[in-house]
């Protein structure tokens, strides 16, 4: 691994496969990570931190709320510089914690901070994982974007044989890995996404506009920057936190959105238009707010510029991604606006299944490009759909050199 060395946050929690976190933490080491532990009480009830403190080089954590430790460690300035944490062996208690956001010791209170990805290696008794409350909420944290190493089957610490036993390291260690190493394959490329819908205004209380939420477009851009892109995010009305580091350009109508793509057009590797933009606009616009009886009975709709048709006919190596809201033949449809706005891919929902699609967490694409079989990703949260589109989007930039 090149450029300085990585911070891994190792995350430790009390189940008698704890004796592994040794290992897992030396694998890190051996592939060029700075490792720092940070220990559930109960786990330190089991081990000595200063076990992990020698292996690590840096003083196990444990309690928030001591304050020489607090004022070595910080979980605040921890939060900043991890970029993996990884919980192995992680017990049901810590996952439960995760899922619902608790925050009551070092640990959890640093997942509450962390920005970056976090992998998840589960170690218990058998009817403990396969709890239904356990497994709703393993299902939470990966629709929020968390990897989990799946434990294996074999004989447990209670005696028992099934489901639950750690993952081997190399499996644990591989899988960080693989998650870090994919975060820099975006560096020096700039990365322009829109998301949520616009606004086309009859007068200043009273616009026309549709039900995008903004999601699928923020998740790519929290995506986009997580592999190390510079990621410029053109916002329609969407009422989400901008992903942190993103340059966020808050528009209103489709008009708006134009200008701002097209000023940043020439800058850019990529466009995802994930945006729902409005297709017609008033042909007439008021300043003042007209009184109801001085509307006519009907308003005159004109056609709004189509931005990503410009966008195929302006390219140069840019790469284009299109999003299509499909009934029907979803496949065909997408097709379709792939050749006629000149796309290099185009991710395609059903909208007329519900629970996936516009205001909803989840999704169900379908990815096409010029040459090759479609891709048909699943239903899946769109924090998850966001790596698959930017993995491909990964290719297609590369392929450009
Ligand atoms: O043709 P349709 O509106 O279904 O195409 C959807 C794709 O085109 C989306 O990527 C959307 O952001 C983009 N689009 C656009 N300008 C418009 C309408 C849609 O860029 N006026």
Redesign the pocket.
């Known amino acids: 691994m090149n450029g300085p060395r990585r911070l891994v946050v190792l995350g430790v929690c009390s189940s008698v496969a704890l004796y592994k976190a040794c290992e897992v933490l030396r694998g890190f080491q051996k592939a060029g990570c700075d490792v720092q532990v940070v220990m559930t009480p109960n786990a330190a009830k089991l081990v000595s931190p200063r076990l992990f403190s020698a292996l690590s080089g840096r003083r196990a954590a444990v309690d928030l709320f001591d304050e020489e430790e607090a004022s070595r460690i910080g979980h605040i300035r921890l939060a900043r510089e991890a970029e993996l944490l990884v919980v192995a062996p992680a017990t049901a208690n810590i996952i439960a914690k995760f899922a619902a956001g608790l925050a009551d010791d070092f640990l959890s209170t640093l997942h509450l901070t962390v920005t970056c990805p976090l992998l998840i290696a589960p170690a218990m008794n058998e009817a403990m994982y396969l709890h239904p409350q356990t497994q709703e909420n393993i299902r939470r944290l990966k629709s929020r974007g968390a990897d989990f190493v799946e434990p294996e089957s074999g004989s447990l610490a209670c005696g028992d044989e099934g489901w639950g036993r750690l993952a081997s390291v190399e499996a644990i260690v591989q899988a960080g890995l693989r998650r870090i190493g994919a975060e820099r394959r975006l560096a020096g490329k700039t990365v322009l996404v829109?998301a949520g819908p616009t606004r086309e205004k009859l007068d200043p209380a009273r616009f026309l506009s549709n039900p995008s939420s903004g999601r699928m477009g923020y998740a790519l851009a929290a995506e986009a920057l997580r592999r190390g892109a510079r990621t410029i995010l053109i916002s329609g009305p969407a009422g989400l936190l901008p992903p942190p580091g993103a340059e966020i350009v808050r528009i209103e109508s489709?008009q708006e959105?134009?200008s701002e793509v097209l000023a940043r057009f020439g800058e850019v590797d990529a466009v995802l238009?994930?945006?729902?933009?409005?297709?017609f606009r008033f042909s007439e616009t008021r300043r003042e707010k007209a009184r109801k009886e001085e509307l006519p009975e009907t308003v005159r709709l004109v056609?709004?510029?189509?931005?990503?048709?410009?966008?195929g006919r302006l390219k140069t190596r840019q790469v284009l991604?299109?999003?299509?809201?499909?009934t029907g033949n979803v496949e065909d449809?997408a097709r379709r606006?792939l050749r006629?706005?000149n796309?290099d891919l185009?991710a395609a929902n059903d909208v007329s299944q519900s629970g996936i699609g516009f205001e909803s967490e989840d999704n169900e694409l379908v990815l096409v490009e010029p040459e090759g079989d479609a891709t048909r990703t699943g239903r899946a949260s769109k924090v998850e759909l966001s790596r698959l589109v930017i993995d491909r989007l990964e290719v297609l930039i590369g392929r450009r050199g």
């Open positions: 829109t489709a959105m134009r238009m994930a945006a729902a933009v409005s297709d056609r709004n510029p189509d931005i990503l048709s410009e966008l991604v299109g999003f299509a809201a499909e449809g606006k006629e706005k796309c185009v």
